[in-house]
């Protein structure tokens, strides 16, 4: 696939003021700092589209942004806030569920959450957590492990493994997964191509 344009569109702070839902959309979602703004960066290779910062947190709004297609198609990519910041409040981290719950489960035109997990550790709770919510909902997603650069591949493939082992206390079937980095490039040709298909039968 050969993305010819990408741009920032839109941030809205909840489903009502998103764009109108006029094409397929794909977002992004994860704990802060896991990588979502660097791997919308990577997708699109455009290096300063969204906004990478190494202080957590800093994405509180549901962005969008436009794809063309050189064949034509267009579609959204959406980077979503991320969950797990200690610093937030009670009541933020409620709006946060409230807000993310109604955008993933009444977006009509969102045809596949990304959620990402970081191969650099051990399964942790909230990631299983919200993989799970997201099975719940019955919503399409697919796991993206992340920065895949920054451990042996050894190491990422244990994690992996034992990310998966730990959602089969739930799951019959895992749910599909790719393995990534924006810094190298890892994985990054396979999601489009993933997205590829998706929008062919949208
Ligand atoms: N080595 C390496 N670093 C990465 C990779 N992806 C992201 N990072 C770094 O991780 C930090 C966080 O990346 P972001 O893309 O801002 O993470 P985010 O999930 O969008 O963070 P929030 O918007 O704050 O939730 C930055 O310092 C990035 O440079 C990767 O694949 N490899
Ligand atoms: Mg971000």
Not at 158 to 162: C, D, H, I, Q
């Given at each position: 696939m050969e993305i010819v344009k990408a741009e920032y569109l839109i941030s809205s702070p909840s489903i009502d003021s998103c764009p109108k839902a006029d094409r397929p959309e794909f977002a992004f979602i994860g704990r802060s700092n896991v990588g979502k703004s660097s791997l919308i960066n990577a997708l699109t290779s455009k290096k300063e589209l969204a906004k990478v910062s190494r202080t957590p947190g800093k994405t509180q709004l549901i962005n969008h942004f436009t794809?063309?297609?050189?064949s034509g198609p267009s579609w959204y990519l959406v980077d979503l806030p991320g969950y797990g910041f200690a610093k937030r409040s009670q009541s933020t981290r409620k709006e946060w569920s409230k807000m993310i719950e109604n955008y993933i489960r009444k977006r009509e035109s969102l045809v596949n959450t990304f959620i990402l997990i970081d191969s650099r550790h051990e399964p942790q709770d909230i990631d299983l957590e919200f993989v799970n919510q997201l099975g719940e909902w019955r919503v399409p997603f697919v796991i993206v492990f992340?920065?895949?650069?920054?451990?042996?591949q050894r190491e990422v493939a244990?994690?992996?493994?034992?990310f998966l082992d730990a959602l089969a206390e739930n799951w019959e079937e895992a749910p599909p997964h790719f393995v990534t980095s924006a810094e190298k490039r890892t994985g990054i040709r396979q999601l489009l191509a993933f997205i590829g298909k998706l929008t062919a039968n949208s």
């Open positions: 794809i063309i297609e050189k992340t920065k895949s650069d920054k451990s042996t244990a994690n992996v493994r034992r």
